[in-house]
């Protein structure tokens, strides 16, 4: 081969296999991120229909129920409330009173069963998610009472 | 006041530290030998008021000096000597100053280990590291000094947090941020040279063993981070794509690029514009790492306590270094040669590809780290990309790596033949084929992934051993030779762990009484109840579990729950019985009756099929590096080339 065919060989073929990375990480990319909602937006039924996504806010003071392994609890973000249920070891850090974020998807009866649930290593530290999802609500009720 | 004299040195050191970035580079540039001579003192200089600085706090920790903001925060008296000496580093600003005592240590490393360079060189890679330097320590003393007073002092400290109290906090800070730090010096290696407009062999071949070392520490500091969250977190996962291992393995990723394109620098003269990128992004990742663990925009188990301004710094530093390293790098970029010519088929090709292939992946994990980050920027909501991401679009770039890993090292450098390669490497081509068929079977069923995955650990383990026998022929190989070949044999043996544990192992949780058993994957788990057990600083439940398989015993687990007081939360310790073909892991989740001792508990059960080979072949990639680091080449040659440089001068000086 010439050198010219050479470089153009080396620059279609890599040009190829960018493309089709770049296609292939998009789609991956697209089919596995998760929207984050407030319960607010679940209230508002702002909540995407049929795929998994996460909900954060505070765990609801006495809302800790336990069926054996099954735990179910309430989410709010102070202005709405959204009751979600979970089967498996919750992280150590999971208590009433403090923030979470639940991953999963919403049922037909309104309800969110959680596959995976999400509390922060450090007792002063909420997630980033939750403390937004409380802040916007906060906001919410503001302009309301205004 | 050894509080204040810490603070006093560390003070002094940013304007040591701005001296060592300015006169040895203004030295060299206009050929000042004094100047340039001035570079090793004024690094030691810098160096032991870091490290004074350093001690300092420590004693602070040591001697419970709750009159210290930073010493309130992260110790109490309460704790073991040794968690309140690592506890130096276990909060954002002593683990800062660890970073730039690492800088100065890399820095004096240099200094030291560089009698043979040429004077000039040395001068411009400790100036443009004291440059660095300079920038992180006005990090540290602008928005994050560890000596903040808080008067009147604290009765006692809050306690470090209990995640932390564990002998993985002792290593894996330190190991991880010498091979962070490390890249430091591969940068300024690749700038210096820049700067001096010397993209050659030499270049190459003085970066090489350094660049070789701060990878090792990145691979060992990665690897026991690895570990450390799978026995500690309770998780049993030991990867979880979670940003922060994401910060940490991007640079990785790079520096395992850099290290191959290094070779071809400087055994063949070619792909130096490329190996500058790679140093420069090797380093700029390691920079934004620190900006994402530290700014607190990302969720993640790293992200304790998180300030905004601290952030904005790093990121201001991160557009300094790349911006000013990028123009350098356009300005003289045009001027640098091509080096040797190459055939498509060739080792430079595979090599190229290797790192294509590197660079890509790294890109792809880029992506799917800073994603969540764009989209909100962009107010478009939030979001979080999961690990199935990682998973689908990592593994697949990876895969034609391991197929090169046997392919490289048997191509000729320049032109090499296929017919060649073929006649060298059939055999593994059949090892491969029987390993994909017959190994998944023999662990019990066989599944395409692990077939696959197991073909070519076959494939690169037979290659290894063809490899040796023909290059034994050739005489005695070196010890970078080895050095190599024992990485890529960590590599398979990393590949057996993954494979293994991702498509065999078995986990559940289960609610369990006094007396039941559960079973997973051959073993039997008999819960035998729980009491309450007192350690230094906290309080346990210790669950017993009786280990059997086959019906007969095989010893006692004692899973833990921790409560560390007041205002702490509690910590679940594992209990793992460790095998090389297998781990079997036990953890306690949440009492479920109101009696802890005799009532049922939730229980996770874990087992873990070679799950140990992942940290073993990380371990022995490391010891491959130390292997190739310790090439004598790496002294003599450059000993030989100065020793003409040297008679050069004289003779030049006689004439």
């Known amino acids: ?146 | 006041m050894i509080p204040e004299l810490g603070h006093f040195a560390l003070l002094l050191s940013l304007f040591v530290a701005l001296a060592m970035g300015i006169l040895p580079l203004v030295g060299a540039q206009r050929n000042h030998p004094q100047w340039m001579a001035f570079a090793r003192p004024v690094t030691a200089l810098s160096f032991l008021l870091i490290a004074f600085s350093f001690a300092c706090l420590t004693w602070a920790f040591y001697t419970n000096d709750f009159t210290v903001q930073y010493v309130a925060a992260h110790s109490n008296s309460q704790m073991p000597t040794m968690y309140r000496l690592s506890a130096v580093w276990g909060g954002h600003e002593g683990s800062l100053l660890l970073w730039v005592l690492m800088l100065a240590g890399w820095a004096g490393a240099v200094a030291l280990f560089s009698r043979q360079l040429p004077d000039a060189m040395v001068a411009r890679v400790l100036g443009v590291l004291g440059l660095v330097l300079f920038g992180l320590l006005a990090f540290v003393l602008f928005t994050s000094n560890p000596f903040e007073r808080l008067l009147p002092g604290a009765e006692e400290g809050r306690s470090l947090n209990p995640l932390l109290q564990d002998p993985g906090l002792v290593y894996h800070p330190p190991l991880l941020y010498m091979g962070y730090v490390g890249m430091s010096v591969a940068f300024a290696f690749a700038i210096a040279a820049l700067i001096a407009g010397q993209l050659d062999a030499a270049w190459a071949r003085w970066s090489r063993p350094w660049t070789t070392v701060a990878w090792l520490f990145l691979t060992l500091g990665i690897a026991l981070g690895s570990w450390w969250a799978y026995y500690e977190l309770g998780w049993g996962g030991w990867w979880f794509w979670d940003p922060v291992e994401n910060a940490s393995f991007m640079p990785w990723l790079v520096a395992t690029a850099l290290i191959h394109s290094l070779a071809v620098t400087e055994k063949r003269g070619s792909f130096k514009n490329w190996t500058v990128l790679l140093a420069i992004a090797a380093f700029s990742l390691s920079l934004l790492g620190t900006f994402l663990v530290r700014s607190g925009v990302l969720t993640s188990v790293h992200a304790f306590a998180t300030d905004p301004s601290r952030g904005l710094f790093i990121l201001i530093l991160l557009a300094i270094v790349v911006g000013s390293s990028l123009m350098l790098f356009a300005a003289r970029a045009p001027k640098v040669s091509l080096g040797g010519a190459f055939a498509l088929v060739s080792r430079e090709t595979f090599l190229l590809i290797n790192n294509v292939l590197l660079v890509v992946a790294c890109g792809a994990v880029l992506l799917g780290t800073l994603y969540p980050l764009i989209v909100d920027a962009f107010g478009l909501g939030k979001i979080s990309v999961g690990p199935p991401y990682f998973n689908t679009v990592f593994v697949p770039i990876m895969l034609p790596l391991l197929v090169l890993v046997a392919i490289g090292p048997v191509a000729r450098w320049k032109h090499a033949d296929l017919k060649v390669i073929l006649v060298k490497l059939w055999p593994a081509a059949a090892v491969a084929l029987l390993a994909g068929i017959a190994l998944p079977l023999l662990a019990g069923e066989w599944q395409a992934y692990v077939a696959l995955a197991l073909a070519l650990v076959g494939w690169m383990v037979a290659a290894l051993v063809l490899q040796t026998i023909d290059r034994m022929k050739a005489g005695t190989p070196t010890a970078s030779w080895w050095g190599m070949q024992l990485a890529h044999f960590g590599l398979a043996a990393f590949v057996v762990g993954v494979a293994m544990v991702s498509n065999y192992q078995e986990e559940r949780d289960v609610r369990m009484t006094p007396g039941e058993t559960v079973t997973v994957g051959g073993h039997s788990f008999k819960f035998l109840g729980v009491r309450d057990a007192a350690g230094p600083n906290y309080n346990a439940s210790v669950g017993s579990f009786e280990l059997t398989r086959d019906g007969k015993v095989m010893r006692m687990l004692h899973p833990e729950k921790r409560d560390y007081g007041p205002g702490s939360m509690p910590m679940t310790e594992a209990a793992i019985d460790a095998s090389l073909a297998r781990d079997v892991y036990v953890s306690l989740g949440e009492p479920l009756d109101a009696d802890k001792e005799n009532g049922a508990w939730a229980v996770r059960v874990y087992f873990k099929p070679f799950v140990d080979w992942i940290w073993g072949g990380c371990l022995l990639m490391a010891l491959g590096g130390l292997l190739a680091a310790s090439d004598r080449r790496y002294r003599l040659k450059v000993k030989a080339q100065a020793a003409t440089a040297n008679i050069a001068n004289k003779a030049g000086a006689a004439a």
Request: proline share 5%.
């Open chain 1, 1 to 146: 081969m010439k050198p010219r065919q050479k470089r153009i060989a080396l620059i279609v073929g890599g040009l190829a296999a960018l493309g089709i990375a770049s296609a292939f990480v998009l789609n991956a990319l697209d089919s596995n991120i998760a929207f984050f909602v407030s319960p607010s937006e679940i209230a508002a039924g702002k909540a995407p229909q049929g795929k998994a996504f996460r909900v954060g806010g505070m765990v609801k003071d006495g809302s800790i129920m336990r069926d054996n392994l099954t735990v179910s609890f309430v989410i709010t973000d102070t202005a709405s409330d959204i009751k979600v249920s979970y089967t498996g070891i919750l992280p150590d850090l999971f208590k009433e009173g403090k923030g979470a974020v639940a991953q999963g998807r919403i049922n037909p009866d309104g309800s969110f069963t959680a596959t995976e649930v999400l509390a922060k290593h450090d007792e002063n530290y909420m997630p980033p998610e939750a403390g937004h999802a409380i802040e916007q609500a906060q906001k919410a009720q503001k302009t309301i009472q205004q």
